[in-house]
């Protein structure tokens, strides 16, 4: 039997029928309106490559060393090919053709997507199998269901079973063919309050095909009903600009605008919500539990696509929360207030202060202090301790992820300490000017990151503040934006933590940081190593970064250290002398210069492209004008990566880059990122790692945010996406600025995501109240 029907699938049937198609079955045997459809099980996979004996070549054939990147890519290669190029047999065909036909006569346009069955397994080692094919018609029906069971063998898919010790031959694959919903109008809905639990229906709607509104491409119009009572209790219309709808032509999605008429009607009528409500009560009783909905409406029917438990409701939020009933502050955080930027000096009014500096990472810690010295040995820094240094090293990362918090003499919100610490989620005061000085090794202290105060003895009476998993918790509840919110990562390590702020991606992914870890600058790995070594600990570094983060897009940047960063490793003797680091040799400068170092990095890419990771993006950082974009585009072009096929782009840093967008966008760049931290220095003239003039150090200064607005307003008349990943994206007025001049996203430190996605949502809803009033 090669399929079962939606409507007979129980839960039973996971083997058979993966994950997706369990859900769709069990939603369908409750009564719900689900579109129609049947799950081409597992065990047809299995009896095509039996019967048609192809299994042990396929077996063989994916059974190589996967560090070798070109006998993976040839595996991956030759797997796919055998399952694609090989006739299913009369039988599974026969039978996949006729439940097709019987759906709606043969005509039906249906939607083709893998199911995965292996739910134990980590889901790396199904990466790569979300295949999800539209508008397939019986014609290319048999074939979209063999891509389905090829992408078992993306070289992705491949590389984490072999890594995992996984065998090939255990894992299978199902396939979910259902009717395509021509939805007129679209959206989701919360059956309860996400925090509260309180019954109230949370329903977002927009014009045309879901997508728009679960993608964020469009401002949906948002109700709040109580569901007792049926009472429609907050009700706002959006302008919505764009919808996503099926050309007739090539039966793909594509985006258009919504006509003038429609843009700001109000998409569901009573008796919709009505129903919806009701829909909401049925799946809710069903399950029993509150869910997270995915609804189509087409031809005046009502069809639920998908259902998700929601597993972020705070039972202790209910009193607080109890009358609220906007949209807006779903997550029962305050608006307002993004990430504080104590700006250094706090002062907490306490007698015990001994000394204050930059708050850097939050969080509220004691412990011994442990002063480390430039040659001491990091091993004396132990699991507990208070690290106390003059600045950090990136050797010291190890020393870091055991201490309990980091104290610096030197150093600001984008030092190595803090952007480090920060990741690890290891409270961190930075700039003291005094630390190592002043405290002696054992004596205990009490450090404070949101003010930056250090305090004699243990002042937290037994009730330390973790800074992100218990003050920001792991699984937030996203408030929906239409600015993307992004996260910078910097260590590998803490890709993990990142992902998990719910961040639409990773806005900064600082390569340098993966080399300094290795403690020797790229000429002096490779010498010691290999070059493909070198390849491989870039690729590595990525990896589990775009691993954590998939299908969520990550950019990362190329090399950017300025010389007296990389003198501080091995072989940095050899590093030019600079007066000023900051205006040298360093980001894309040094890159065109050495273009045989380069190289790697862009050999690193195309490897990560090779294993599948189409959600890695490349970024260059401080370029000044189209031609520094263009021979870096050359070389990319020359490392074998087609700058039209993957997504790329550049940092703006410095004045001479914002004022020359225009002709870096006709150089076919996909994104720009403003670059604050350098933006700031190199436009007022003032260092960013000198003390002296750090009150002059001002993100906000007028100057700047003209720069960045005029910017904007180039790239989106050059259909160029705009986004800001310096350390200011944490900053409340900024991000109110850049919301209000329409950037597409925003990439904030790890310890502020929340923040910052509740500032976005508190603008753009201000906006559109703005705008209907
Ligand atoms: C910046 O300049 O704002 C930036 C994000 O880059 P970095 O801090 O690494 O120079
Ligand atoms: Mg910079």
Redesign the pocket.
């Known amino acids: 039997m090669a399929l079962l029907w939606l409507d007979d699938v129980t839960a039973e049937d996971f083997d058979s029928v993966g994950g997706k198609g369990a859900s769709l079955g069990e939603l369908t045997s409750a009564g719900l309106p689900v579109p129609p459809g049947f799950v081409v099980t597992a065990e047809t996979y299995r009896s095509f490559i039996e019967e048609t004996g192809i299994d042990e070549e396929l077996f063989e054939a994916v059974d190589v060393s996967v560090d070798d990147s070109q006998a993976l890519a040839r595996a991956a290669e030759r797997a796919q090919e055998l399952i694609q190029e090989t006739e299913m047999p009369d039988s599974i065909r026969e039978e996949i053709l006729a439940a097709y036909d019987s759906v709606e006569d043969g005509e039906a346009s249906v939607a083709v997507r893998s199911s995965a069955t292996a739910e134990d397994l980590p889901d790396a080692s199904f990466a790569g199998q979300q295949e999800t094919f539209l508008n397939v018609t019986r014609s290319d029906l048999l074939d979209k269901v063999r891509d389905c069971w090829a992408s078992l063998f993306t070289q992705r898919a491949i590389y984490y079973r072999q890594e995992q010790g996984f065998s090939h031959d255990v894992v299978n694959i199902a396939v979910v063919v259902q009717l395509m919903v021509d939805a007129e109008k679209s959206g989701v809905m919360f059956t309860s309050h996400p925090t509260t639990g309180a019954p109230q229906a949370i329903i977002e709607s927009a014009w045309g095909l879901g997508e728009a509104v679960v993608s964020g491409a469009v401002s949906p119009d948002k109700y709040v009903l109580d569901r007792e009572t049926g009472q429609l209790r907050d009700a706002t219309v959006a302008t919505k600009k764009v919808m996503h709808v099926r050309d007739e032509e090539t039966g793909e999605t594509i985006e258009r605008p919504v006509p003038e008429d429609k843009r700001d009607e109000q998409v569901l009528s009573e008796e919709e919500l009505d129903r919806l409500v009701g829909l909401g009560d049925e799946i809710e009783s069903y399950y029993g539990d509150p869910q997270d909905v995915e609804w189509a409406i087409a031809d005046g029917e009502l069809y639920v696509l998908q259902s998700r438990p929601i597993t972020t409701i705070d039972e202790d939020a209910e009193e607080v929360e109890g009358a609220s009933n906007g949209v807006g502050d779903v997550a029962g955080v305050a608006d307002g207030g993004a990430a504080a930027d104590s700006g250094g000096g706090g002062s907490a009014g306490d007698g015990n202060v001994v000394f204050s500096g930059i708050g850097a990472s939050p969080g509220r810690v004691s412990g011994p202090a442990r002063i480390v010295r430039k040659l001491d040995h990091l091993d004396k820094v132990e699991e507990g301790d208070v690290i106390v240094a003059e600045m950090t090293t990136p050797d010291m990362v190890p020393a870091m992820k055991r201490a309990t918090g980091i104290v610096t003499d030197e150093g600001g919100m984008?030092s190595h300490a803090a952007i480090v610490s920060r990741e690890l989620g290891v409270p961190a005061i930075v700039g003291t000017e005094q630390g190592s000085e002043t405290l002696h090794d054992g004596q205990v202290v009490t450090i404070d990151g949101d003010k930056g105060t250090v305090e004699q003895g243990d002042a937290t009476g037994g009730d330390e503040r973790e800074p992100v998993e218990e003050v920001r918790p792991q699984a937030p509840v996203k408030p929906m934006t239409a600015t993307e919110v992004k996260v910078?990562v910097s260590i590998p390590d803490a890709a993990e933590r990142a992902a998990a702020t719910g961040a639409d991606g990773v806005g900064?992914l600082?390569m340098e940081h993966m080399i300094l870890s290795t403690n020797k600058t790229p000429e002096r790995y490779i010498a010691d190593h290999s070059a493909d070594e070198y390849v491989s600990e870039i690729v590595d570094g990525v990896r589990g970064v775009a691993e954590a983060f998939y299908p969520r897009p990550v950019r990362v940047r190329t090399l950017?250290a300025p010389t007296d960063e990389f003198r501080q490793l091995e072989g940095g003797a050899d590093e030019p002398a600079e007066h000023n680091p900051m205006l040298g040799y360093r980001g894309i400068r040094r890159s065109l210069d050495r273009p045989d170092l380069f190289a790697h990095e862009l050999a690193a890419f195309r490897r990560l492209f090779e294993l599948g990771y189409d959600n890695v993006e490349i970024m260059f950082?401080l370029v000044n004008d189209a031609e520094d974009v263009l021979r870096a585009r050359r070389l990319m072009e020359q490392e074998g990566i087609d700058p039209d096929k993957q997504d790329w782009g550049v940092?703006i840093?410095t004045p001479a880059a914002a004022l020359g967008v225009e002709a870096m966008a006709d150089a076919g760049i996909d994104f720009v990122s403003?670059?604050?931290?350098?933006?700031t220095q190199y436009t007022l003239a003032v260092d960013r790692n000198n003390g002296r003039v750090a009150d002059r150090f001002d993100e906000l200064h007028p100057s700047v945010l003209k720069l960045i607005s005029e910017t904007i307003e180039t790239c989106r008349e050059a259909g160029v996406a705009t986004s800001i990943?310096?350390?200011a994206a944490s900053k409340p007025e900024m991000v109110d600025h850049l919301v209000n001049e329409g950037v597409t996203s925003i990439s904030a430190n790890i310890d502020a995501v929340r923040d910052v996605q509740h500032e976005v949502k508190r603008v753009e809803q201000k906006l559109l109240l703005d705008n209907v009033r």
Do not use: K
Request: proline share 6%.
């Open positions: 984008t910078n900064l600082r950017d950082p940092m840093e403003f670059g604050t931290n350098d933006l990943c310096g350390q």
